[in-house]
Nanobody
Framework: VQLQASWGGLVQTGGSLRLSCAVP???????IGWFRQAPGKEREGISC????????YYANPVKGRVTISRDGADGSVHLQMNDLKPEDTAVYSC?????????????????WGKGTLVTVSS
């Protein structure tokens, strides 16, 4: 079972991107989290959404600039990122866990997909 993140790219400071995570139907009842890993840094959780879409959490570095949503039709999860900064440059990945909570601990997520690179130029 694998998820697939897509629609990263190169954007200037202050720009926007909308990432997508394709979620297999077998994971419809899982929460989905977005994580990122910058060069030389540990992977960190930035946002998650419950299976129903009713619970959402955002990490402090992105709060107010990022919105997570879940498409009811195909179960895909999107991450709208606005006012991007050079420090947002990282590989962004999505992953599945039974629950979405504010801690977004990497080791608690069971299923992962390949990431997509986001580069923010200054």
């Amino acid at each position: 079972v694998q998820l697939q993140a897509s629609w990263g790219g190169l954007v200037q400071t202050g720009g926007s991107l909308r990432l997508s995570c394709a979620v297999p139907s077998s994971l419809d009842y899982y929460a989905i989290g977005w994580f990122r890993q910058a060069p030389g840094k540990e992977r960190e959780g930035i946002s998650c959404i419950s299976s129903s879409g009713g619970t959402k959490y955002y990490a402090n570095p992105v709060k107010g600039r990022v919105t997570i949503s879940r498409d009811g039709a195909d179960g895909s999860v999107h991450l709208q990122m606005n006012d991007l900064k050079p420090e947002d440059t990282a590989v962004y990945s999505c992953a599945a866990d039974l629950f979405c909570n504010a801690r977004m601990v990497v080791s608690e997520y069971d299923y992962w997909g390949k990431g997509t690179l986001v580069t923010v130029s200054s």
